[in-house]
T-cell receptor, first 107, second 114 residues
Framework: AQRVTQPEKLLSVFKGAPVELKCNYS??????LFWYVQYSRQRLQLLLR??SRESIKGFTADLNKGETSFHLKKPFAQEEDSAMYYC?????????FGSGTKLNVKP | EAGVTQSPTHLIKTRGQQATLRCSPI?????VYWYQQALGLGLQFLLW???????NRGNFPPRFSGRQFPNYSSELNVNALELEDSALYLC?????????????FGPGTRLTVT
């Protein structure tokens, strides 16, 4: 069965430090992969999607098909990055969200 | 551009009653998704509607149902409410972009079952 795992519930880093939010999925095929973010008192919104190969707000996400992972990375965290991050693989006709990682960037 | 809207914001019901939640997608979006976010849990996929048809549903009992109207708005109905149905219910809509479904979320409806 398809599954998505975000192993860290909470990740605390200092401003300027690198950050990596982990996401692992189990699926034999090639899902489309998304990261969504929810800032305090705002609605859930798309951060980036793998198909676009884009960098949004300094974040990038690398797909590792061998490890079935899609980790979100940023070289220098900013305080405004503090938010809840959800990994969301799109399997055929099914939509899953990870349980989320709360990123806390300390000054 | 107006975003996804949901009503009501809050809903308080008694165990055994029925709840109806509503969602209006972004103009031009034909797909609507419903998710349940219970306290401490991630988003659990409930239902997906596209072009008026139910395309798929998650692992929820049949008392969770819904429909999509010709204007693409949607209703989620929860019958025979149980205490554990208390959660934030999120609606999202999407166009079909490059064969993937990028979702735009509403603010949610907080359902409390007492």
């Amino acid at each position: 069965a398809q599954r998505v795992t975000q192993p860290e519930k909470l990740l605390s880093v200092f401003k300027g430090a690198p950050v990596e939010l982990k996401c692992n999925y189990s699926y034999s095929g090639s899902p489309e992969l998304f990261w969504y973010v929810q800032y305090s008192r705002q609605r859930l919104q798309l951060l980036l999607r793998h198909i676009s190969r884009e960098s949004i707000k300094g974040f990038t996400a690398d797909l590792n098909k061998g490890e079935t992972s899609f980790h979100l990375k940023k070289p220098f965290a900013q305080e405004e990055d503090s938010a809840m991050y959800y990994c969301a693989p799109e399997f055929p006709n099914k939509f899953y969200f990870g349980s989320g990682t709360k990123l806390n960037v300390k000054p | 551009e107006a975003g996804v809207t949901q009503s009501p914001t809050h809903l308080i019901k008694t165990r055994g009653q029925q709840a109806t939640l509503r969602c209006s997608p972004i103009s031009g979006h034909t797909s609507v998704y419903w998710y349940q976010q219970a306290l401490g849990l991630g988003l659990q996929f409930l239902l997906w509607y596209d072009e008026g048809e139910e395309r798929n549903r998650g692992n929820f009992p049949p008392r969770f149902s819904g429909r999509q109207f010709p204007n693409y708005s949607s209703e989620l109905n929860v019958n025979a409410l149980e205490l554990e149905d208390s959660a934030l219910y999120l609606c999202a809509s999407s166009p079909l972009v490059a064969e993937t479904y990028e979702q735009y979320f509403g603010p949610g409806t907080r359902l409390t079952v007492t």
